[in-house]
DNA sequence: TTCAATTACTACTTAAAGGTAGAATTTAAA
DNA sequence: TTTAAATTCTACCTTTAAGTAGTAATTGAA
């Protein structure tokens, strides 16, 4: 009941509105959350579709389309059949976040950048170059530098 | 009852909007662009779509779109008619990007964020918020605090 | 007055992300 | 062997941002 009351809380804030900024494709963020889970569960089993779908909060036709993706680029690889499942193909300590978002066109490179304006270097440069140099390294810092152990985090939210 | 819970979640899913990718909306970077130049070359004048269409190269029928939006919004005026044309409403430096895009919902509120998981706060965290929280504040930080009359830049891209 | 340049309005089409349906295939438990 | 639980595959539907088309309304210049 506590739990239902949460989700209410939640789909309250949300039916209002739900806006974004600068923000991942949903496939993206649904294949950082899925191969998270699965590495910091890495107790040496395999995890449905079903479980993570129901665990995660997923729709689960959109997640056994983004697990095909997944398995295809060798994040992770798949057991078919009963008692199958999907396990890590690497080490988490191997799998960026860079990685995952490139799988899924999250445009990394640096050529589109925030005003979109062509090809961009020092000599080429929009008004906003200079301001937005700093936040975007960062970000590209992190998503370089992030790998998925070091996402442990215990308590946080699915 | 676990049962009903995770049909409530399905059901919930619906009403919940999610992210876009790691840039602005087209909308908004040809709002900004537009704005930009109008106000960098602020010799009371008045700007007509064509002439913006041509210089900043946006497609004229999109951008006569936008510019009726920044009008009802306040940015910007308009004069009709022959000789008409766009001039700014109010002085550069009170014109934030955070406004410009809030108006086409490249919206910016805290609740929604990088991994897109319900409402979040530091009591309910997902595993990349302590990785995420420097870019996204530098980020947040230059959408509120640019304002037009910063990006005056001799030579910028348009 | 006439006309051309302009904004304003309504409606439509396109492209891509997000999501769904259904059935085939695989495989281990019963 | 049968069956149920699982992945895989193809095709489709929905939603939204992006872009296009056509026309009415406005207005200063010739
Ligand atoms: S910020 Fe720099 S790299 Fe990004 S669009 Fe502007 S000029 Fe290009
Ligand atoms: S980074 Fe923090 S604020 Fe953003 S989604 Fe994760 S928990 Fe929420």
Redo the contacts with the bound molecule.
Sequence with gaps: MVELIFIFKEWLYNFVKEGVLMQL???SQYAIRVLNFIANHSDNRLY???ELSEVLNI?Y??L??I??IL?KTGFIS?????????ELNKPASEIKLIDILNTF?DDTDNESCILGIGICDSLNKCALHDQWMEPKSLMRKMFEETTLNNLTCKDCKL
Excluded: D
């Design positions: 494709y949903n496939t449905s579709a079903k729709p036709k959109f056994t389309k697990m095909g398995v798949s057991i078919q059949g009963r008692e199958g499942g999907y066109n």
